[in-house]
Nanobody, 118 residues
Framework: QGQLVESGGGLVQAGGSLRLSCVAS????????MGWFRQAPGKEREFVAE????????RYADSVKGRFTISRDNAKNTVYLQMNMLKPEDTAVYYC???????????WGQGTQVTVSS
């Protein structure tokens, strides 16, 4: 079993920054991938960013490359998403996710709302 708890969402003006955090309580090997997805109103959930255990070679959606940075602190079982130069189209509920292997996420957080005003 596992539990993911996100924090850090909020309302920000376009061009501003936010940092999301997600603390994971996953009772399994610590060798897992952690990442972020988002879902805007009326749209499907989409991939945002992912990092593996080492933190090397993170992956990003093209829409956030150069603006968002994912990082993790394994000692704290926490993954972060630093979001800079935010745009109104970044408005969505952001979900933390953990994958135990190469497949889709095994655990999801409850989501945190990010709203970017123009």
């Amino acid at each position: 079993q596992g539990q993911l708890v996100e924090s850090g969402g909020g309302l920000v003006q376009a061009g501003g920054s936010l940092r999301l955090s997600c603390v994971a309580s996953v009772r399994t090997s610590s060798l897992y991938n952690m990442g972020w997805f988002r879902q805007a109103p009326g749209k499907e959930r989409e991939f945002v960013a992912e990092t593996n255990w080492s933190g090397r070679n993170p992956r990003y959606a093209d829409s956030v490359k150069g603006r968002f940075t994912i990082s993790r602190d394994n000692a704290k079982n926490t993954v972060y998403l630093q979001m800079n130069m935010l745009k109104p189209e970044d408005t969505a509920v952001y979900y933390c996710a953990v994958s135990l292997g190469a497949g889709p996420p095994d655990y999801w957080g409850q989501g945190t709302q990010v709203t970017v005003s123009s």
